[in-house]
């Protein structure tokens, strides 16, 4: 019986170190199905936010064209606050933030060109982070 013990324990001790090598796999695998989520979830921030950031506004209706420009802005701002990545949230931020502080006079036809370069230039950088 004597002989049985010891074969038992190492039978036991195998057992263990099968069992925390599993756990170790299972870990890899959660952390890796938590980076494909999140660049999953990046891949599908940015597909939004540029989606909003392609608006242009109709500058035959200036106050129309003012609304619907703040409106996209804000629903970048709510992007903004789901973005993990520092970057990603700091690039939807500026365009959010030139699409959220246009004026009337930003979308008068002799000034709309100075204003979408402004942004135009916020979505490069929102481009460059998404990439």
Same mark, same amino acid.
């Given at each position: 019986m004597r002989a049985g013990r010891p074969v038992a324990t190492l039978l036991l001790a195998l057992g263990l170190a099968a069992a925390v090598s599993g756990c170790e796999a299972v870990q890899q695998a959660s952390d890796t199905a938590n980076q494909v989520g999140a660049a999953a979830d990046k891949a599908q921030l940015c597909i939004d936010a540029l989606k909003l950031a392609g608006f242009t506004p109709d500058a035959t209706d200036p106050?129309?064209?003012?609304? =619907?420009t703040q *409106?996209?802005? =804000?629903e970048l701002n709510a992007l903004a606050a789901k973005a993990g990545d520092t970057t990603l949230k700091d690039a939807i931020t500026g365009v959010s933030d030139t699409m959220g502080k246009v004026t009337l006079e930003d979308l008068n036809p002799a000034n709309i060109a100075t204003w979408s370069q402004q942004k135009l230039? *916020?979505?490069?950088?929102?481009?460059?982070?998404c990439a």
């Open positions: 106050q129309k064209a003012l609304e =619907e *409106q996209k802005a =804000e230039d *916020q979505v490069a950088k929102l481009s460059s982070a």
